[in-house]
């Protein structure tokens, strides 16, 4: 890691509400919200979201460079720069988060174990490492984000964002694709083993909800999977609750999945969760008020840190 000195690590994984940064807001909401954050240090750095897969890749290097505020993840942004305000310490969120994910894509293969949701997502995804389909992964990369643009730019007109489709959302099936079993966490975590984390907040479940039966003992997974990665079996992990919202067919099962974070935190060790249902926009799966969700984050953080 290229890094000044920073006294804390914190890693800010899930979907994208976790990764959603200033710019993709409504220019309103957007100059709100950089008001709000104001002028302070900020260390937040986003682990690349690579194209594919490599058997023996590079780890990623992570850089603290300067860049426009307005392109960093919205809550990283807050919490790093709340936290140096609240302890006097610099504080440092290494954001490892893609839209769209299920919780399936973070965790290792080798954890998958007898849950019948894994497996059978396993088995509909088998690897492929041929030359074909690298090149077909790679011109779905490029496709997909002139989609994206072009839907981020809709969105902050506060025009209706084109459908994706389920091909264009995930792409070609195999090593290389984010976004099937076990794919993000070889190329977004995995990588990321020697790092200090004080903690892990997790801000994922949306995708789950059309199959929410299960996700508890998958986030169980997760933690454990994660705990023996980084050789810290009490790491701690707050789990930010999805908040309110009935936007599309598959919100009717949020509140499953909102129940079953809470359930992990109630039972787990070194596992807190975080309410927000309260702070979501009902029509809106990414709502602006991204300083909302970080003051609720906030105490939590705080807590372990006195902890420690």
């Known amino acids: 890691m290229e890094a000044p000195e920073i006294d804390t690590l914190w890693l800010c ?26 002028d302070g240090p900020l260390r937040v750095t986003r682990v690349p979201d690579r194209a594919w897969i490599e058997r023996e890749a590079p780890r990623p290097v992570l850089s603290w460079v300067c860049q426009p505020r307005e392109e960093l993840p919205a809550i990283p942004a ?12 610099s504080h440092g969120m290494v954001v490892s988060a893609i839209g769209g994910t299920r919780i399936s894509s973070w965790i290792p293969r080798d954890a998958f174990g007898a849950d019948p949701v894994l497996a059978n997502d396993a088995a509909q995804h088998p690897r492929d490492d041929s030359p074909a389909h690298a ?6 990369r490029e496709e997909r984000a002139r989609f994206d643009h072009e839907n981020h ?3 902050a007109r506060g025009e209706t ?55 508890s003992s998958r986030l169980e997974r997760l933690l454990q999977s994660w705990r023996t990665l980084f050789a810290n079996p009490a790491l701690p992990f707050v789990i930010v609750g ?35 249902t309260d702070l979501g926009e009902a029509a809106n799966l990414h709502p602006s008020n991204k300083s909302d969700f970080a003051a609720r984050i906030l105490p939590t953080l705080l807590t372990l840190l006195q902890k420690s």
Request: proline share 9%.
């Open 135 to 140: 090149a077909a992964h790679a011109a779905w």
């Open 242 to 276: 999805l908040p309110n919202f009935t936007g599309d067919e598959n919100a009717r099962h949020w509140p499953a999945i909102r129940a079953q974070q809470r359930e992990v935190a109630t039972r787990g060790s070194d596992v807190q969760f975080v309410d927000t």
């Open 78 to 89: 807050f919490l790093s720069s709340a936290l140096c305000h609240a302890t006097g310490q």
């Open 153 to 155: 730019l809709r969105e």
């Open 13 to 38: 994984a899930g979907q994208s509400n976790m990764v959603w940064p200033f710019a993709w807001m409504p220019e309103a909401a957007k100059q709100h919200e950089l008001t709000r954050l104001g």
């Open 161 to 215: 964002c084109a459908p994706y489709t389920r091909e264009m959302f995930q792409g070609p099936p195999g090593p290389r694709s984010l976004f099937f079993p076990g794919g993000a966490f070889e190329a977004m975590i995995q990588p990321l083993a020697t790092l200090p984390f004080r903690g892990v907040i997790w801000y994922q479940g949306e995708s789950d909800a059309e199959t929410p039966d299960g996700y």
